[in-house]
C-alpha cells in the first residue's frame, strides 16, 4: 500500500474525532469558521496533531503546564469562574499522565485554586506541590499527582512564574484549554468584544517563554478568543464576530496575536481537551488514557460542587456551555467507541464471510 | 451574508443531525463514501429534505415503512436483525406524533411478534388497520399503528401494493434497512452474497407510489438497501461490493425521491425524527434514551439479532446499548430538549454579559 494511501487511512481515524467533538450543539454558529480555518492552516485532524505534539514532547517524569480558568463575571466577583475549561484541564492533565507519565502543574487564577483542585482530585490525580509531585513521581508508594498553582494577573509577575518554572521544571508541553489570549494590543477580549484584561492570569506570558526555550504548545478554545486561535489571526480577520477592533483593523479585536504549535477548535473547549485524550488513547493503544463516563460525571459534579457556574446560562451546576450534564456524558461515551469501547469494529472486518471463515477454521483444527 | 440568511432557512440544525448520523464509529468504511456522494447531489443536507417530504403527510393518511432483514438464511429464515426495525417503529412513533398520521408497517411475516413488541415499546398499540386508522383522531387519544405481512413473492407483492394504492390514502412511503432488488433482478447482503427468496418485496410499491407523486425515502447504512441507488446508482462505481461482478453488485435499481445514508440504519429513521421535531418545532416527535433502551431490550427478547455479532443481545450493528443511548440523547439535543436558555451573541443580540 503507498504510504500516502496508509496516512490517509490513519487519519480518516482521527478525522472521526474532530467531526464529532466541532457538531454545533448549542448552534452558536462559530465552529465552523474555525475548524475550518484551523484545518487550513495544519492540513491534518486537529485532535491527531495536537496529541502527538504531546506524544512527543512528553515522557514519565517531564512536567506539562496547563493553563485554563475564565473568571468570567468580574463585574460581581473575581472568585467566580466558569465549568467551561477546568474539566477539559483534569481530563488531558489524566490522560497525559496515564499516557505518557507526564506530572501535571495546572495554571488558574488564585481565586479558583481551591475548585479547581477539587476538580483535578474528580479526575483522580492528588494535587500536591510541584516539588512534592516531581518526589511522588519517582517514588515507590503508588501516587498519581498533579500540581495546581496560581497564574498571575499582572503581566510581569507571569513573565517572572514562567521562567521560574522553566528553570525549575523539566517542562516538555503546555496546553491553554479556554484561556484568554491577549491581542496584538495586549488586551484580552470576551467573544463578544468586551475587555476582560485585568480579571485574568497572563497565560501569553508563560506561552511566550515556552516558545522562546522550544517547548512545544498547544491551545484549545471554542470561540476565537482563546489562546491558540493566535495561529488563523489572519484567517479569523474580518471573518469573526468582534474580531475588528474600534481602529478598524484587527489588532484590539477578539482574536490572540500570540501562535502556538497546534490548535484544537471545538464546539466546547472541554470537548477539544476530550478530542485530544481520545486521539492519545488511540496513538497508544490504551483505552484507559481516555476518562469514563462515570469520571466525566464526577468531574462536572465537582464543578458545580465547587461554584463555578455555567458560563452561558449562569447557574452554578454539572452543566458547561449550556449543555446539560447528559450531553457531555453522551459526548463522552461516543468518544469512546474510538478507544474500541462498545463497538465490535473486529465483527465488521469479517462479516458476513464470518461463518464462512470460522467453518474453514474449524475444519482446519480438526485436521 | 447576514440579509442572505434571511432569505434561506437556517439548515444548521439537520447539518448537525446528518453529521451525528453520518460518523464512522464501526470503522465500517461505507458511510463517508455514500454521505458524500448522496449529499453533493442533492446539494441539502439530507435528513432535512427527507423531513420536508414527509411534514407533507395529512392527519389520517397512511405512512407505509418497510423494514426487516432476514439474514442468516441458511440457518435459519426466522433469524433477523435488530436494525431496521427499532429504526422504523421510531419512524411509526415520529409520524403518529408528529403528523397524526397512521404508520403501517410492512415485513416479513416471521419478523411480526417482534415488530408488535417493538412497537409497543415505544408507545404505540398494533391494532388492525381499520382500528389503527381510528386513532389518527386526537380526541381518540390512543397511539396506534397496524402491521402488514410483506410478501417474498413478487407477484404478491405488486398485488398488495395496488390493493393498498388503491384503497388507502397513503401519505409517504420509507424504506428502512431494506433489500432491493439489483438491475439482474437479485437482492443482495452488503458483501454481494444473494438473499433474494427470503426479502419482503417493495420494489414494486416504491415503483407506483412514485408514479402517483407519493414522496417515497430510503434509509440504508450498507448500499445494498432500497434508497442506495439514487443519484443514478452512483454507489455502484464508489462501493468495493456494488461492483456488477458480485452476482450483479449490491445497490438497488429502483431509486427513491430522497435517501438518508447512516452509519447504522436505526440511526437514519432517529435523525429523520429529530428533523422532524426541528421542522415542527415539537421534541416530543423524537423518542428518548429510555424507550430506545426499551425497544433493544424488547428486540433481544423477541430474537432478533445484532447482524453483525450475531448475538441476541442489546447490541445492534456492533455497538452497545449504550452507545445507541448515546445518539439518541443527543439527538434529543438537537431536537431541542435539554438546551438550556442558550444566549449566545448571533442567537440573541440583545442580551450581553461578560462570558468569555
Same mark, same amino acid.
Given at each position: 500500500m503507498p504510504s500516502d494511501t496508509a496516512s490517509s487511512a490513519v487519519e480518516r481515524r482521527f478525522e472521526r474525532i474532530d467531526r464529532l467533538v466541532t457538531i454545533d450543539f448549542p448552534r452558536r454558529g462559530v465552529i465552523g469558521l474555525l475548524y475550518e480555518a484551523a484545518r487550513e492552516e495544519l492540513g491534518r485532524p486537529l485532535c491527531l496533531h495536537a496529541a502527538e505534539m504531546l506524544k512527543n514532547g512528553l515522557s514519565a517524569g517531564r512536567v506539562v503546564l496547563i493553563a485554563t480558568g475564565w473568571l468570567d463575571r468580574p463585574h460581581v466577583s473575581l472568585s467566580i469562574a466558569e465549568t467551561d475549561g477546568p474539566p477539559g484541564a483534569a481530563v488531558l492533565a489524566r490522560a497525559l499522565h496515564v499516557g505518557l507519565g507526564a506530572i501535571p502543574v495546572v495554571l488558574v487564577e488564585e481565586e479558583i485554586l481551591g475548585p479547581m483542585t477539587s476538580v483535578m482530585h474528580a479526575a483522580g490525580l492528588r494535587c500536591v506541590a510541584p516539588d512534592e509531585a516531581l518526589m511522588a513521581a519517582g517514588g515507590s508508594g503508588a501516587l498519581h499527582p498533579a500540581s495546581v498553582i496560581a497564574l498571575p494577573k499582572e503581566r510581569r509577575e507571569a513573565e517572572r512564574l514562567a521562567v521560574n518554572l522553566l528553570d525549575r521544571l523539566d517542562v516538555g508541553a503546555f496546553v491553554a484549554i479556554e484561556k484568554g489570549g491577549e491581542n496584538r494590543r495586549g488586551r484580552i477580549r470576551t467573544s463578544? *468584544? &468586551?475587555?476582560t484584561t485585568d480579571a485574568l492570569g497572563k497565560a501569553d506570558a508563560v506561552l511566550e517563554a515556552c516558545r522562546a526555550r522550544g517547548v512545544p504548545t498547544l491551545g484549545i478554545g471554542d =470561540? /476565537?478568543?482563546? +489562546?491558540?486561535?493566535g495561529l488563523i489571526h489572519e484567517r479569523l480577520a474580518g471573518r469573526l464576530r468582534n474580531s475588528i477592533g474600534s481602529d478598524g483593523t #484587527?489588532?484590539? *479585536?477578539? %482574536? $490572540? %496575536?500570540n501562535r502556538t504549535d497546534a490548535l484544537v477548535a471545538a464546539t466546547v473547549s472541554n470537548w477539544g481537551a476530550y478530542g485530544v485524550a481520545a486521539a492519545l488513547a488511540m496513538l497508544l493503544d490504551r483505552p484507559g488514557v481516555l476518562h469514563t463516563v462515570e469520571t466525566e460525571r464526577r468531574i462536572l459534579e465537582a464543578c458545580a460542587a465547587a461554584g463555578f +457556574?455555567? /458560563? %452561558?446560562? /449562569?447557574? %452554578? =451546576? $454539572? #452543566? &458547561?456551555d449550556g449543555l446539560s450534564l447528559d450531553v457531555h456524558l453522551n459526548l463522552v461515551r461516543l468518544l469512546r467507541t474510538f478507544v474500541n469501547d462498545g463497538v465490535n469494529t473486529a465483527a465488521w472486518r469479517n462479516y458476513p464471510d464470518r461463518l464462512e471463515k470460522l467453518a474453514a477454521e474449524r475444519g482446519k483444527d480438526a485436521r | 451574508m447576514l440579509a442572505e440568511r434571511q432569505d434561506t432557512p437556517d439548515l444548521s440544525l439537520y447539518e448537525c443531525i446528518d453529521r451525528l448520523l453520518s460518523i464512522d464509529f464501526p470503522e465500517r468504511e461505507v458511510i463517508d463514501i455514500a454521505y458524500r456522494a448522496f449529499r453533493e447531489y442533492y446539494g441539502l443536507p439530507l435528513t432535512y429534505l427527507a423531513a420536508r417530504a414527509l411534514a407533507s403527510v395529512e392527519r389520517g393518511q397512511l405512512v407505509l415503512i418497510a423494514t426487516g432483514f432476514v439474514n442468516r438464511p441458511k440457518v435459519d429464515t426466522i433469524i433477523a436483525e435488530s436494525d431496521g426495525p427499532v429504526g422504523a417503529a421510531v419512524l411509526a412513533r415520529a409520524v403518529h406524533v408528529g403528523l397524526g398520521a397512521v404508520p403501517v408497517l410492512l415485513v416479513e411475516e416471521q419478523i411480526i411478534p417482534a415488530m408488535i413488541r417493538i412497537l409497543h415499546s415505544c408507545g404505540l398499540r398494533v391494532l388492525d388497520l381499520p382500528n389503527a386508522k381510528k386513532c389518527a383522531d386526537p380526541s381518540v387519544t390512543m397511539d396506534a399503528a397496524a402491521i402488514l405481512a410483506s410478501p417474498t413473492d413478487w407477484s404478491a407483492a405488486e398485488e398488495q401494493a395496488r390493493t393498498l394504492l388503491h384503497q388507502e390514502s397513503v401519505g409517504a412511503f420509507i424504506a428502512i434497512e431494506k433489500g432491493a432488488s439489483n438491475p439482474q433482478g437479485e437482492i443482495l447482503f452488503s458483501r454481494g452474497r444473494i438473499c433474494t427468496p427470503t426479502v419482503g418485496k417493495i420494489d414494486p410499491l416504491v415503483r407506483l407510489c412514485r408514479e402517483r407523486g407519493i414522496p417515497t425515502i430510503g434509509i440504508g447504512d450498507g448500499g445494498n438497501e432500497m434508497g442506495m441507488g439514487n443519484a443514478g446508482g452512483i454507489l455502484r462505481t464508489l462501493l468495493e461490493y456494488g461492483d456488477p461482478k458480485y452476482n450483479g453488485g449490491i445497490v438497488p435499481a429502483q431509486e427513491t425521491d430522497y435517501v438518508i445514508p447512516a452509519t447504522v440504519s436505526n440511526w437514519g429513521g432517529y435523525g429523520l425524527a429529530a428533523a422532524l421535531a426541528g421542522l415542527l418545532r415539537n421534541p416530543s416527535i423524537m423518542h428518548d434514551e429510555a424507550t430506545e433502551r426499551r425497544m433493544l431490550a424488547a428486540s433481544s427478547f423477541e430474537g432478533l439479532i445484532d447482524g453483525v455479532t450475531g448475538t441476541t443481545g442489546t447490541s445492534s450493528d456492533g455497538l452497545s446499548e449504550d452507545v445507541h443511548a448515546a445518539i439518541v440523547g443527543l439527538l434529543r439535543t438537537l431536537a431541542g430538549d435539554g438546551l438550556d436558555d442558550i444566549d449566545w451573541p448571533g442567537r440573541d443580540a440583545s442580551r450581553s454579559g461578560d462570558r468569555s
Open positions: 463578544r *468584544g &468586551a475587555d =470561540g /476565537g478568543n482563546e +489562546i491558540g486561535m #484587527s489588532d484590539d *479585536g477578539v %482574536v $490572540p %496575536v +457556574i455555567d /458560563g %452561558v446560562t /449562569g447557574y %452554578v =451546576g $454539572p #452543566s &458547561a | -
